[in-house]
């Protein structure tokens, strides 16, 4: 499987944009990107996905570069309630077992008040 | 609506005893999954059930591990002979279908601590 690179750990002040980085140089064409969160002491929680284009929802912005070898999770106003460590993901559409969530170590994202 | 729920929270249990951990899917959901969480480590799979079967459970670490859904539903995590390194956070989830675009849904998870 296709592995992902992401920081231990990032920084941001309340009520300021946050670019989460991921790096998947290894991704192939059918690999989706996911991104889930884990707030403290809870499970994870589905934040967005995409494969090609640029994607928006109410939670947060996914960009994805051109040659999809890396992506960057924008949570646009972060609040206190967004300190949770952030997993970037990549799901094969192919057969088999893509049901699988494989995580890594994830980006803790501390956000001060 | 209810989400993923487990039980208990916490469990201390003392080295080689057994331990059943449970949880209950989303309604609907025929596709559930459990998932294993060490300290400072991302989750990692276990078992994955389709109704009632385990369809993969190469996540398995060994065969003091078991797991059942014997209605398609709930489902109970049951470890046998515990040992210390079995310490860890067990999550479960559930999805409505299994494609590459279906979100997983997590529980607060299980606290397992063997001393």
């Known amino acids: 499987d296709a592995k992902t690179t992401q920081p231990n750990s990032m920084e941001s002040n309340e009520e300021e944009p946050v670019h989460l980085p991921c790096n998947h140089s290894?991704?192939?064409?059918?690999?989706?990107i996911h991104w889930y969160r884990q707030l403290p002491s809870q499970g994870p929680e589905y934040v967005i996905h995409g494969l090609t284009s640029n994607v928006n929802n109410r939670m947060a912005s996914l960009a994805i570069a051109e040659d999809r070898k890396s992506s960057t999770l924008i949570l646009h106003r972060a609040t206190l309630r967004d300190a949770a460590v952030y997993y970037c993901?990549?799901?094969?559409?192919?057969?088999?077992?893509?049901?699988?969530?494989?995580f890594g170590k994830g980006t803790l994202l501390t956000v001060n008040p | 609506g209810a989400g993923v729920s487990q039980t208990p929270s916490n469990k201390v249990t003392e080295k080689g005893k057994y331990v059943e951990l449970r949880c209950d899917p989303i309604s609907g959901h025929t596709a559930l999954y459990w998932y294993r969480q060490s300290l400072g480590q991302g989750p990692e799979f276990l078992i994955y059930f389709q109704g009632t079967g385990a369809a993969d459970d190469s996540g398995l670490p060994n065969d003091r591990f078991f797991a059942v859904r014997p209605e398609g539903s709930v489902s109970t995590l049951k470890i046998q002979r515990t040992e210390r390194g079995d310490s860890a956070v067990y999550l479960c989830a559930s999805s409505f279908g299994t494609g590459v675009t279906d979100t997983q849904y997590f529980g607060p998870g299980t606290r397992l601590t063997v001393l």
């Open positions: 290894t991704i192939s064409g059918t690999d989706y």
């Open positions: 993901i990549l799901r094969r559409n192919s057969g088999g077992s893509n049901y699988k969530l494989t």
